[in-house]
């Protein structure tokens, strides 16, 4: 394993765990949806939800939506923008943030601000310890 894959993984591992530890609950998620700031309460604005893998940035977050709870994966360019991440790109990036299924697995996927590939894949709830976002 070379030196640039282990810092991927533990980014990775530190995304996941920060996420696994601040949830977005349905309240915060009603809030993000309403009109208003949302200073402080977008998990992309938020370092410890973020990593760089390669080119692509990702944003990983743990919702809570009506249906239950989701993994909620960003995957954008942002040194090549407008280009999207091709979903060759996502695909092996949704397995390395523990994923199974691909694409095809997701329940939801959209393009988002015309740059960002959004995804949910249903998951289990948080551990009770979660402090939420």
């Avoid at 990983?60 to 979903?87: M, T």
Wanted: charged residues 25%; proline residues 9%; glycine residues 8%.
């Amino acid at each position: 394993m070379s030196t640039l894959e282990s810092k991927e993984q533990q980014a990775i591992r530190e995304v996941l765990d920060y996420a696994e530890s601040h949830p977005y609950g349905l309240d915060l998620l009603r809030k993000l949806c309403s009109p208003g700031p949302k200073e402080g309460l977008v998990a992309g604005d938020n370092p410890s939800y973020t990593c760089h893998i390669g080119d692509c940035r990702v944003v990983y977050s743990v919702e809570e939506q009506v249906s239950g709870w989701y993994a909620h994966i960003s995957v954008s360019k942002p040194d090549r923008r407008p280009q999207l991440p091709s979903p060759e790109e996502v695909e092996p990036l949704l397995a390395k943030f523990g994923c199974k299924g691909g694409l095809r697995a997701c329940a939801r996927i959209w393009i988002e601000d015309g740059f960002s590939v959004n995804i949910l894949q249903r998951r289990a709830p948080p551990a009770p310890s979660a402090k939420g976002a």
